[in-house]
Each structure stands twice: as structure tokens, then as C-alpha cells.
């Protein structure tokens, strides 16, 4: 009997997961190829900690080969799908095309960052969805303050010690206390510099931060992050930062080096070109039972979505509510959508997807942090103990769960490793320079 042939778009949470899934309940009925552009599953809750330092970025990563035995992994940018003819096609680095024909496919591309036309946002800003990012932001920070306790030009030291935060989601909001934090331990080695020097900022458009924890604990964390010197500047928008001369909507103008966009997320563009049934925002439209549907609500045949790219009912909530893009609801939704495809293949029916969201944990550096979870609110050292558990056991597979295990134990002997590879960006210049000389 021939096999059924599962093509998985993505290898982050939902790919891997579904993968794992129908491998294990379905190995000898399915081929499963899953194409992601990067060799690895992100695991995003760590990049803050990976930003700071407290984790080696490396690790923050599963690399999916090595998970994924007995699939095949392709390593490409999906180009185009069209589920009418079940073929899609994707360019690898070397910019070669391949065309991928299956019977079922898995869209599970999730989102990419959700930017404005603010004048000198794309030649400005950074964002921060990848591990490339996070490293890119610990190496600038560290770099920016190697510089600035150099130069004796005060408006220079200024700007180059002015960190903007555009958006306060958790994601945000861990990214940019945590970067805070590794900077504050960095200057200990840097006497020329002050606390005060550092300039941290967070724009967010709306009243409140951390709106997934509710007003009181978005209330205390701006309290706690103003306390330790940060500013954030509420019902305040970024309208322009060309070259880094950043203009606010309350009147503020100065100069940043760094501008980090945190405001939200998209789904991945590829699927607004395919013929896949989108909903009102971008995503592409899904039952419970996480197949993709027409606006009429029938299944198409063979395609099954999950995830940030998916508007997925939540079931919780009820009529006309759907499923936020959190790690939890993906890593749930795949495993259910892997089960759902076995069950599809043998003749079985398909079961609903429905999960109460347990909370957000979000660590706002070396022992802080808050915390909401079915009705219990932590702050400070408990938060951010349950923050660290809670992602130990999270993180996929035993390997990557040692590894973080011993990048904690260790800074906790040796303090974490506060040096910039700036110079990791540009490989080859001493080389040139040695050549040239
Ligand atoms: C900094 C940060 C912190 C977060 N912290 C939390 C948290 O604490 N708790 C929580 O619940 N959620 C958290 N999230 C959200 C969570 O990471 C996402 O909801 C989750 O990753 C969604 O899973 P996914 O599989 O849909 O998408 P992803 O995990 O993003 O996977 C999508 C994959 O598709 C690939 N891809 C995209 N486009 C293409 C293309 N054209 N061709 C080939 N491959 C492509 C990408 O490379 C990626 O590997 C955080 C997110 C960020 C950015």
C-alpha cells in the first residue's frame, strides 16, 4: 500500500510537533517532509533570556533534523501553494526551486513582525521574532556600551545608550527588561559609565502593557520597570525614527541608536498568495477539528493549518472567539492536528480542538518577573521561579532542556558572559584588512 504523502509548511512549534505526532501514530501509513527556511525550531520564549545572555542561543533552538528521524527535512523558502493542483513550490539558499506534490498539506508558517509605514522603521528598525535577532540585539547593546564609555562626546554617549521598545506584549515587554537588565550588569565592568546613563524606553500605543495579564499586573510591571530608571511612555506612538532621530505622538524627539519593534504580529505573507480560504485578518481560516474551510465552512480536502498562521475557533470562549498566537494553544493545536490527520487516514472521526489558556509567565530579569495563571498572580522572585520552570520542562526534547539547565547553573558560579561578538557581523574584515595591508 502506498503511503500517504503529509507535506508540513514550517518547522517551528506546529511543524515539529505535528510531525512528532504523526510519526508516532501514523509511521507506517505517512511520508512526512516538513520545508522550514532555517535548519531549527525556535523556541521564542527563551530569545529574551538568549538576548541577555542567561542562555546560549544555540540552545534556544531545536535543531530538526536531529528530532525529526525518519522525516524528510528540507530547508527552503515556501514560495508558492496552490492546494488545487496539491503542489507547492519553494527556493532553496542557492536559489534553486523545488516543486513539493502531496496529498495532505500542514500549514503551519506561523506569523512575522506586524510593522507600520513609520518613516525609517524598515532601514531602522530591528525586530525581534528569531534567534539571528536576539543575538544581533545582545551583541548591539554590549557594543553600544563598549562605545559610548569610549567617546567623549556626550550627545554621542547619549544616543548611543538610548534603547527604544516599540510595543508591550509579553514578548516586548521580556525583551526589552531583560536587555535592560544585561546592560545594568554590564556596566559594572565600564566606571565611565552611570546607571543613569542608560536610556531605556517603551512606546506602547494603548493604555496598558501585558494586556494578556490583565490591568493590575500591566500596571505593577510598569511600576517595577520605572523603578529600576526605564521609562514607559503609554498611549504614546512612534511616528518616525529616520537614521535614528525617533519622534513620538506625545511631542518627544531624540536620538537612538537602537529601535526594536515588539508591536505585534502577521501571519506569514506566503499564504495571502496562495488559494488557501483566509479569514478577515490574513490568516487562513480553520474548523475546530483544524482543517482549513471555505467561508461557507466545508473542509477542503487535504489541508489542515494550526498555529499563528491559522484562525482556529476557541471552542472556550465560544461563538465568534478565536485562539490567540501563544506557544501554548500551538504546541496543543499540533499535537491534535497530528492525531486528527492518523485519525482522518484511518477511517476514524475527528475530534474538536478546545484548551482553556492556563496564563502567561514573563520573566523581567535576574530574579524577577510576573506571572497570571488560572487565577493565581505572582510577582518578582516566585513569578520568575515559575517562569524559569514552567520553560524548563516546556523546551522540547532532554538535550535542550540539559543544556539551559547548565547555562543557568553556570552563571550562577560565573556570572553570565557580558562580552559582544559585534564583530561576528562582519566575518571578514580582519581579514581584508590583513590582505589590504
Ligand atoms: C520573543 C517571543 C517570546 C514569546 N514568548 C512566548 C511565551 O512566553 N509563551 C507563549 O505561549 N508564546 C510565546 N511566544 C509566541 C510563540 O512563540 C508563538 O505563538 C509560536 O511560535 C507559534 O508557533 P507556530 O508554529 O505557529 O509558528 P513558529 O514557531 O514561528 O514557526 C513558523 C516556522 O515557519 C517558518 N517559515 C515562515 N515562513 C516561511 C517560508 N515562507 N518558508 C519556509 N519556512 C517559513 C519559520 O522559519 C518558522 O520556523 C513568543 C514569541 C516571541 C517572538
Same mark, same amino acid.
Request: net charge positive; aromatic share 6%; charged share 25%.
Given at each position: 500500500?502506498?503511503?500517504?504523502?503529509?507535506?508540513?509548511?514550517?518547522?517551528?512549534?506546529?511543524?515539529?510537533?505535528?510531525?512528532?505526532? @504523526?510519526? !508516532?501514530? &501514523?509511521?507506517? $501509513?505517512?511520508?512526512?517532509?516538513?520545508?522550514? %527556511? *532555517?535548519?531549527?525550531? /525556535?523556541?521564542?520564549?527563551?530569545?529574551?533570556?538568549?538576548?541577555?545572555?542567561?542562555?546560549?542561543?544555540?540552545?534556544?533552538?531545536?535543531?530538526?533534523?536531529?528530532?525529526?528521524?525518519?522525516?524528510?527535512?528540507?530547508?527552503?523558502?515556501?514560495?508558492?501553494?496552490?492546494?488545487?493542483?496539491?503542489?507547492?513550490?519553494?527556493?532553496?539558499?542557492?536559489?534553486?526551486?523545488?516543486?513539493?506534490?502531496?496529498?495532505?498539506?500542514?500549514?503551519?508558517?506561523?506569523?512575522?513582525?506586524?510593522?507600520?509605514?513609520?518613516?525609517?522603521?524598515?532601514?531602522?528598525?530591528?525586530?525581534?521574532?528569531?534567534?539571528?535577532?536576539?543575538?544581533?540585539?545582545?551583541?548591539?547593546? @554590549?557594543? !553600544?556600551? &563598549?562605545?559610548? $564609555?569610549?567617546?567623549?562626546?556626550?550627545?554621542? %554617549? *547619549?544616543?548611543?545608550? /538610548?534603547?527604544?521598545?516599540?510595543?508591550?506584549?509579553?514578548?516586548?515587554?521580556?525583551?526589552?527588561?531583560?536587555?535592560?537588565?544585561?546592560?545594568?550588569?554590564?556596566?559594572?565592568?565600564?566606571?565611565?559609565?552611570?546607571?543613569?546613563?542608560?536610556?531605556?524606553?517603551?512606546?506602547?500605543?494603548?493604555?496598558?502593557?501585558?494586556?494578556?495579564?490583565?490591568?493590575?499586573?500591566?500596571?505593577?510591571?510598569?511600576?517595577?520597570?520605572?523603578?529600576?530608571?526605564?521609562?514607559?511612555?503609554?498611549?504614546?506612538?512612534?511616528?518616525?525614527?529616520?537614521?535614528?532621530?525617533?519622534?513620538?505622538?506625545?511631542?518627544?524627539?531624540?536620538?537612538?541608536?537602537?529601535?526594536?519593534?515588539?508591536?505585534?504580529?502577521?501571519?506569514?505573507?506566503?499564504?495571502?498568495?496562495?488559494?488557501?480560504?483566509?479569514?478577515?485578518?490574513?490568516?487562513?481560516?480553520?474548523?475546530?477539528?483544524?482543517?482549513?474551510?471555505?467561508?461557507?465552512?466545508?473542509?477542503?480536502?487535504?489541508?489542515?493549518?494550526?498555529?499563528?498562521?491559522?484562525?482556529?475557533?476557541?471552542?472556550?470562549?465560544?461563538?465568534?472567539?478565536?485562539?490567540?498566537?501563544?506557544?501554548?494553544?500551538?504546541?496543543?493545536?499540533?499535537?491534535?492536528?497530528?492525531?486528527?490527520?492518523?485519525?482522518?487516514?484511518?477511517?476514524?472521526?475527528?475530534?474538536?480542538?478546545?484548551?482553556?489558556?492556563?496564563?502567561?509567565?514573563?520573566?523581567?530579569?535576574?530574579?524577577?518577573?510576573?506571572?497570571?495563571?488560572?487565577?493565581?498572580?505572582?510577582?518578582?522572585?516566585?513569578?520568575?521561579?515559575?517562569?524559569?520552570?514552567?520553560?524548563?520542562?516546556?523546551?522540547?526534547?532532554?538535550?535542550?532542556?540539559?543544556?539551559?539547565?547548565?547555562?543557568?547553573?553556570?552563571?550562577?558560579?560565573?556570572?553570565?558572559?557580558?562580552?559582544?561578538?559585534?564583530?561576528?557581523?562582519?566575518?571578514?574584515?580582519?581579514?581584508?584588512?590583513?590582505?589590504?595591508?
Amino acid at each position: 500500500m502506498s503511503r500517504t504523502r503529509i507535506l508540513i509548511l514550517g518547522g517551528g512549534y506546529v511543524g515539529l510537533y505535528t510531525a512528532l505526532t @504523526l510519526m !508516532r501514530r &501514523a509511521k507506517d $501509513a505517512v511520508d512526512v517532509t516538513v520545508i522550514d %527556511r *532555517r535548519p531549527y525550531m /525556535t523556541y521564542a520564549p527563551f530569545l529574551p533570556e538568549a538576548a541577555a545572555g542567561s542562555i546560549e542561543p544555540r540552545h534556544a533552538v531545536v535543531p530538526l533534523r536531529r528530532e525529526l528521524k525518519g522525516a524528510r527535512v528540507l530547508q527552503g523558502k515556501v514560495e508558492t501553494i496552490d492546494h488545487a493542483s496539491r503542489s507547492v513550490t519553494a527556493t532553496t539558499d542557492l536559489g534553486e526551486t523545488l516543486t513539493l506534490d502531496y496529498d495532505h498539506i500542514v500549514i503551519a508558517l506561523g506569523a512575522v513582525s506586524r510593522t507600520l509605514p513609520i518613516p525609517g522603521l524598515a532601514d531602522f528598525g530591528l525586530g525581534f521574532k528569531y534567534v539571528e535577532e536576539a543575538i544581533n540585539l545582545r551583541n548591539r547593546v @554590549l557594543g !553600544r556600551i &563598549a562605545r559610548a $564609555a569610549t567617546t567623549t562626546d556626550p550627545a554621542l %554617549r *547619549r544616543r548611543l545608550l /538610548t534603547f527604544v521598545f516599540v510595543g508591550g506584549g509579553f514578548a516586548g515587554v521580556e525583551a526589552f527588561a531583560e536587555t535592560e537588565d544585561m546592560a545594568r550588569a554590564a556596566l559594572r565592568y565600564y566606571p565611565e559609565l552611570k546607571h543613569d546613563d542608560l536610556n531605556f524606553v517603551m512606546v506602547e500605543a494603548m493604555g496598558r502593557i501585558l494586556p494578556e495579564m490583565g490591568p493590575d499586573m500591566g500596571a505593577y510591571t510598569v511600576t517595577e520597570l520605572e523603578r529600576r530608571g526605564m521609562r514607559v511612555l503609554l498611549e504614546t506612538r512612534l511616528e518616525s525614527c529616520i537614521d535614528g532621530h525617533v519622534a513620538l505622538s506625545n511631542g518627544e524627539a531624540f536620538e537612538a541608536d537602537t529601535v526594536v519593534w515588539t508591536a505585534g504580529v502577521k501571519p506569514s505573507p506566503v499564504i495571502q498568495s496562495s488559494d488557501l480560504p483566509l479569514g478577515p485578518r490574513g490568516h487562513v481560516n480553520t474548523a475546530a477539528t483544524l482543517q482549513v474551510i471555505d467561508d461557507s465552512g466545508i473542509p477542503l480536502p487535504g489541508a489542515w493549518a494550526a498555529g499563528d498562521c491559522a484562525q482556529v475557533p476557541n471552542l472556550v470562549e465560544g461563538e465568534g472567539d478565536w485562539c490567540a498566537p501563544s506557544a501554548q494553544h500551538a504546541v496543543r493545536q499540533a499535537k491534535h492536528l497530528g492525531r486528527n490527520i492518523a485519525a482522518h487516514l484511518a477511517g476514524r472521526p475527528l475530534a474538536e480542538y478546545k484548551h482553556k489558556h492556563l496564563g502567561v509567565v514573563a520573566s523581567l530579569g535576574l530574579n524577577k518577573g510576573v506571572a497570571s495563571t488560572m487565577g493565581i498572580k505572582l510577582r518578582g522572585w516566585p513569578a520568575w521561579v515559575m517562569h524559569r520552570t514552567y520553560h524548563l520542562l516546556a523546551i522540547p526534547t532532554f538535550n535542550r532542556k540539559a543544556r539551559v539547565a547548565l547555562d543557568w547553573t553556570a552563571a550562577v558560579f560565573f556570572r553570565r558572559d557580558l562580552v559582544s561578538m559585534g564583530r561576528l557581523h562582519e566575518p571578514r574584515r580582519a581579514f581584508e584588512e590583513a590582505a589590504r595591508s
